[in-house]
């Protein structure tokens, strides 16, 4: 069977499995949320197990009583027209169908699709009046289509949930009144009322002191996350015991859950190498099956001195039957697509089964220190200013002057100082890429950032940073050093965790960050990660990647500040921390991790390595199987019985290993 795999251009509510010929066409998607791909015949998803199997089981049953009363109970009038017409009903429930898909097919230009090739062998059994071997290879044809498309529905509901998480209404405070209004038309800075039970539709920030949230929707995580005042909350989140109010930061299609549900649909139009192979396998093998066929019915009158034609026919139809690559097409996207859903049900977005295929065989793991390997949730532990300086007024300047910065330490910072002073105006702001800030008030410098920024504009200090352990913000007024700020970040409890299992792996690990080099080596050194390097700008991570890929081998980075971004992009495979992560970073990754749990990075590279392990055990028992039983059914030695299993049991087998990965625990 020559399947296109089953690609998720359009999720909606209803999900259906469909089995489709190969094309390379695009999907398009039609406002009753029906996909199209080339062909398309769909088994209701919604419907019970009876209604899906219901031609299949009224062509079994005429089957049987057909066989009945050829070998076991002959009856006079079973026989002639009447034997023709009662297989002919027999074949119509579960061949119509494919007969219809067989046109429309060559009419779109197709003419060697699976169809096809069903369509010739069973008519051809019946031409040669095999009737009982022409209906059970397209009833066993359909059984296998019908598992198929209960399979592919199956691999899709873990990520088809995620379209449930987010609600369409929510209750908006308008006047101290909670009024319903459609998600999608609320304004950023709206406040919502979230009740007990229900999902948040945008994100926003918790204007209640407190709330539990339950996260799995993002994270897979069913655990449930309190949060304070000021916290950050995400659409799809599901509010736990109390009344919250949120108040609206991001619009609707801007959303943490629009652009997870963005990446999950088009996850699949990225095909793993193992996929585009087979579908260009595909359209080059079923034509030449097609001619061989011919070949074995027509060549041997010229050299057998015996010559039937109806038993060569019988053998170049048991041929076709066994050549459909069904196994191959079907159960190679579907492992790729069960290995995306695995990830996604786990909080891991993949967006494509290539990044799968590099995941798996990846050899090298970078990673960044701050939100990645640490909380990325700073608080100030000193605070250091020189004598001849006003502290509270040096103060005041630094946090009005850090406000203008998104990094965890400028909200450190504020939570330590306090509100902003109005009064503060800053002039010629100006951001110094791995350095720090700079700015001029009362026509005095003023500089806060890492020492490297004091050493860029000469500014002599009376301290030794090395000796200091913690993250250290440098201060520097009217060309004078003024002090420093000590800044600590705790270590993830799942990151010494994640060390060990990508060791255990196999996986080389490096840190990478702008921190300071003590620092840096002090959290790697806590984790178990020897190679490590601080004091780095953007540039310095990426020089770092390159020597790396200099020695031919792969390389994942793992990130999630706006600096990261470049880094993400040049490495093998970037994987971005999603829920921290900036938008640049989680645009340019290949792999976003919702939760922000180092732990998930193992994980990627496990579901990898399985999905990859299925799709080659299914790889190597098509073609095996296949092989033989081709050899047979050229000999003559193959019925159609054999057939049958070659094509459409080997497939079920295939498809049956190929679920079994939405069911591990990794």
């Known amino acids: 069977m020559i399947h296109q795999d089953k690609e998720v251009k359009t999720i909606k509510n209803r999900v259906k499995p469909s089995c489709s010929c190969s094309h390379d066409e695009p999907v398009h998607s039609d406002n009753d949320g029906h996909n199209h791909e080339g062909h398309d015949h769909e088994h209701n998803a919604n419907g019970s197990l009876f209604q899906l199997f219901l031609p299949s089981i009224i062509s079994f049953v005429l089957l049987l009583i057909g066989i009945g009363l050829d070998n076991y109970f002959p009856q006079d009038w079973f026989k002639d027209y009447i034997r023709i017409v009662w297989y002919a009903i027999a074949y119509l429930p579960v061949g119509f169908p494919v007969l219809r898909e067989a046109y429309e097919s060559i009419v779109k230009g197709d003419v060697f699709s699976e169809f096809f090739l069903m369509c010739i062998a069973t008519i051809g059994a019946f031409a040669i009046g095999e009737y009982p071997e022409g209906v059970a290879v397209m009833l066993f044809y359909t059984i296998g289509e019908t598992f198929q498309g209960m399979a592919v529905n199956r691999a899709k509901s873990s990520i088809k949930s995620l379209l449930d998480q987010r609600p369409d209404e929510v209750h908006v405070l308008e006047n101290n009144v909670a009024v319903k209004v459609k998600a999608k038309d609320v304004q950023i800075g709206a406040v919502i009322q979230l009740k007990a039970g229900e999902k948040l539709g945008l994100d926003g920030v918790l204007l209640s002191d407190s709330a539990s949230f339950n996260t799995a929707a993002l994270t897979g995580e069913s655990k449930p996350d309190t949060k304070k005042k000021g916290d950050i909350v995400l659409a799809g989140m599901l509010n736990g015991s109390t009344i919250a109010e949120v108040k609206v930061t991001t619009a609707y299609n801007d959303s943490k859950l629009s652009k997870i549900l963005e990446l999950v649909q088009n996850a699949t139009t990225k095909k793993a190498p193992a996929e585009l192979f087979i579908r260009k396998f595909a359209k080059i093998y079923t034509p030449i099956v097609v001619y061989l066929a011919i070949a074995i019915c027509l060549l041997p009158m010229l050299f057998v001195d015996n010559y039937v034609f109806s038993n060569w026919l019988y053998r170049a139809l048991v041929f076709l039957v066994i050549s459909c690559p069904c196994a191959l097409v079907i159960s190679i996207p579907l492992g790729y697509f069960g290995g995306i859903g695995a990830a996604s049900k786990n909080g891991i977005l993949f967006k494509g089964s290539n990044f799968l295929d590099s995941i798996s065989t990846i050899q090298n793991v970078v990673v960044d220190k701050t939100g990645t390997m640490t909380e990325g949730v700073f608080e100030v532990q000193e605070v250091i200013i020189k004598p001849e300086f006003d502290q509270a007024e040096i103060l005041k300047l630094v946090n009005a002057l850090e406000s203008r910065s998104t990094h965890p330490v400028a909200t450190a910072i504020h939570n330590h100082v306090g509100a902003i002073d109005p009064s503060v105006e800053l002039k010629d702001i100006e951001e110094i890429s791995g350095h720090g800030l700079k700015a001029s008030y009362n026509e005095k410098e003023l500089l806060v950032g890492n020492f490297k920024l004091l050493d860029k504009y000469v500014i002599s200090y009376d301290i030794d940073p090395s000796s200091i352990v913690y993250t250290t913000i440098a201060i520097a007024y009217g060309g004078q050093f003024a002090g420093h700020l000590t800044i600590a970040d705790e270590i993830k409890e799942d990151a010494q965790e994640t060390v060990s299992k990508l060791k255990a792996l196999g996986v080389k690990l490096t840190m990478l960050s702008g921190d300071k080099a003590n620092v ?23 020089n770092k990647v390159n020597e790396i890929k200099a020695k031919n081998e792969t390389v994942a980075f793992v990130g999630d500040g706006v600096n990261d971004a470049p880094v993400i992009a040049l490495s093998t495979v970037g994987i971005a921390m999603g829920g921290l992560g900036s938008d640049a970073a989680i645009e340019t990754a290949d792999i976003v991790i919702q939760d922000d749990k180092p732990s998930k990075i193992a994980m990627a590279v496990n579901i990898g390595k399985q ?9 190597t028992l098509a073609f095996a199987v296949k092989a033989f039983v081709l050899i047979l059914g050229a000999g003559g030695l193959a019925t159609m019985w054999e057939a049958v299993f070659a094509d459409v049991g080997v497939a079920l087998l295939a498809i049956l290993n190929a679920v079994r990965i939405q069911r591990m625990k990794f």
């Open 520 to 542: 840096v080596q002090f959290v790697a050194d806590k984790i178990g990660i020897k190679s490590a390097f601080g004091d780095l700008l953007p540039e310095d991570k990426v």
């Open 611 to 619: 999905t990859k392990k299925i799709v080659w055990q299914n790889i």
